[in-house]
């Protein structure tokens, strides 16, 4: 087994399996709550916490001052208060409460998050307002009712979105970064002024089809230049390959030295739902067996909006990439487009 397919757990989820093998060794373990509290510079420290009966799992995270009255961002799954724990001294403490009928891999993801951000900071002075930066995120992102961990189609398909991001970024430099919608749910992946790219994966062998979700990710007449299909062929592994985390972090490196696209990345990577601190959750390589582009144009077999009469909507159909063939394009073709439209703003 290759070395990376040993996926260590995060912090906050290898130290709440301690916990529990903590509690399941003593037969009549003492107390409510089996704990454990962390330090980390600047003053600030997490206790972590289970609920001895009904393993329901908490996190304190330690406040400088008694902060004025203050509404936590919620969501469905969480409770939030502040509290002080005589244990361990006379400080204020934020508390996070898992509540009943709430995953624990949930908790455990959004408790790491603030572990990652709180054990950054120099001091305890911004701990309030890094906690509560953080909880909005995620209240936003649960109002749209998604899942912190991506299935495994979303996983697919933003790889193959960070596959063409990097291309970009290598041909036309760390602007390619603004190019991409990331999960803004635009008609198409990336556009590059008056140009757009749609692109689309397959794990499955040949014959290979691009699942089109709309009547409109292959209609070029709303597009002032050209429209563009990038089709990624992949295979799929749980013993090797890329996976998710690593071209993230592959990319990562190449904005280094542009922060302002790295910050942009980071954002529409949690837009897109790809969160960091579920990064090792994502075990899946995938290898890149073919890529194929083409230009979208009226020889290209397609359903669009003009073709049928209005009461019609939602239209989703498999494309056949073998049929698009006659389409096809060198790749220096497509880069030249896409640098001639990224001399413009994207």
């Avoid at 996926?7 to 003593?26: E, G, N, V």
């Avoid at 009928?101 to 307002?129: G, H, P």
């Avoid at 209240?139 to 998604?146: S, T």
Wanted: glycine share 4%.
């Amino acid at each position: 087994m290759s070395q990376w397919r040993m996926i260590a757990m995060s912090f906050t989820t290898d130290i709440y399996k301690k916990i529990l093998d903590d509690i399941s060794q003593r037969k009549d373990f003492p107390g409510s709550h089996a704990s454990r509290l962390i330090s980390y510079k600047g003053g600030n420290h997490i206790v972590f916490s289970i609920n001895v009966i009904s393993g329901l799992r908490e996190a304190f995270i330690a406040l400088d001052e008694l902060p004025d009255h203050i509404d936590f961002p919620k969501w469905h799954g969480i409770a939030i208060d502040v509290v002080q724990l005589p244990a361990y001294g006379d400080k204020h403490y934020i508390r996070f409460v898992q509540l009943p009928q709430s995953a624990d891999y949930i908790f455990e993801i959004v408790i790491e998050d603030l572990r990652v951000s709180v054990s950054a900071l120099d001091s305890m002075e911004a701990t309030l307002s890094t906690v509560y930066a953080i909880l909005l995120k995620w209240k936003r992102f649960f109002q749209a009712e998604r899942d912190p961990l991506m299935s495994d189609e979303l996983q697919e398909g933003l790889y193959g979105e960070l596959l063409f991001l990097a291309w970009a970024i290598t041909n036309i430099g760390t602007s390619a970064v603004s190019c991409w919608t990331g999960g803004a749910r635009e008609t198409h992946d990336f556009y590059f002024a008056a140009h757009a790219v749609e692109v689309k994966t397959t794990s499955k062998k040949e014959p290979y089809y691009a699942t089109i979700s709309s009547e409109y990710q292959l209609d070029n007449s709303d597009i002032p230049g050209r429209l563009f299909l990038c089709f990624y062929a992949l295979r799929k592994s749980s013993s090797s390959g890329e996976r998710l985390p690593e071209i993230v972090q592959r990319i990562r490196d190449m904005l280094i030295d542009d922060p302002s696209a790295k910050m942009l990345f980071e954002d529409k990577l949690i837009q897109y739902g790809y969160f960091e601190a579920a990064a090792e959750l994502y075990t899946t390589g995938f290898h890149q067996r073919e890529q194929y582009c083409f230009e979208i144009s009226e020889l290209t077999p397609r359903i669009i909006r003009s073709m049928y009469k209005p009461g019609v909507a939602k239209v989703a159909y498999e494309l056949s990439i073998a049929q698009c063939l006659p389409c096809a394009i060198p790749i220096d073709d497509l880069s030249q487009a896409i640098t001639r439209g990224c001399d413009q703003i994207c």
